[in-house]
């Protein structure tokens, strides 16, 4: 039986990479605020996310498809108004809210619009787009502080989330995950100075991301993980 996979912010980037992967073997219903890009193998539903309401009735109808497994990669890390901060004297204020408005209020809307069907969905496995840094035990560095700040809120959201459904579904496995440095455009400014062979093409993300959902068990339940499924310290 062929397995359904939904990708929310499946327009670009990894998120679309991922859909095009599955596509090839399993059924794939994409929830995007863009336009559909009328690829083959891929329903398309376009979220806007102008009020709940809207959203509510876009992820109804994905979820009539009973996806086994379910993505979030909504996510930003900069844009045309702001690059990450290398110090908090640079931090505005109004551009954290924009941060946490991107990294955790939607994936927050749409895991609250998901939450009925994942705590019924046996062995459903849910897969959030983190990154390392938001690992406040990793983190040595410092800076980019809209981004670690709105990421590591984002994992605890994750931990939350998966506390309340594992009490009502104990097959169910949410996770966050951090991708890898892959080019795209939240990394392009920041490829310069990487390591050869650090940088993966989005499609090599989605590979290695699809392995890890593949493996994913209950007992991981709340975990943010790397890209290659080991665990990060929180």
Not at 65 to 83: E, T, Y
Not at 183 to 200: E, I
Not at 214 to 230: V, Y
Request: aromatic share 6%; with cysteine.
């Amino acid at each position: 039986m062929t397995q359904s996979v939904c990708i929310i912010g499946g327009g670009s980037g990894i998120g679309l990479a991922l859909a095009q992967h599955y596509a090839e073997t399993h059924t794939v219903v994409v929830i995007s605020r863009q336009p559909s890009l009328q690829l083959p193998g891929i329903r398309w539903i376009q979220d806007p996310l102008t009020s709940e309401t809207t959203s509510a009735e876009r992820v109804a109808t994905a979820l009539a498809q009973q996806p086994d497994i379910i993505f979030i990669c909504n996510g930003v890390l900069h844009d045309n108004q702001a690059m990450p901060e290398k110090t908090i004297r640079q931090l505005d204020i109004n551009q954290l809210a924009v941060r946490f408005a991107s990294n955790v209020q939607v994936p927050a809307l749409y895991l609250k619009l998901l939450f009925g069907y994942l705590y019924k969905r046996p062995a459903v496995k849910l897969l959030v787009l983190s990154a390392k840094v938001g690992s406040i035990g990793d983190n040595m560095l410092g800076g980019w502080y809209s981004y670690r700040i709105s990421k590591a809120a984002l994992n605890m959201l994750i931990k939350n989330v998966s506390i309340e459904v594992g009490r009502l579904n104990k097959t169910a496995v949410i996770v966050s995950i951090h991708p890898g440095t892959t080019d795209t455009q939240l990394s392009a400014p920041f490829q310069h100075n990487l390591p050869a062979g650090q940088l993966q093409s989005p499609l090599a993300t989605a590979k290695r991301l699809a392995a890890v959902a593949a493996g994913l068990t209950a007992g991981q339940s709340g975990a943010l993980l790397n890209w290659d499924g080991t665990a990060l310290p929180w």
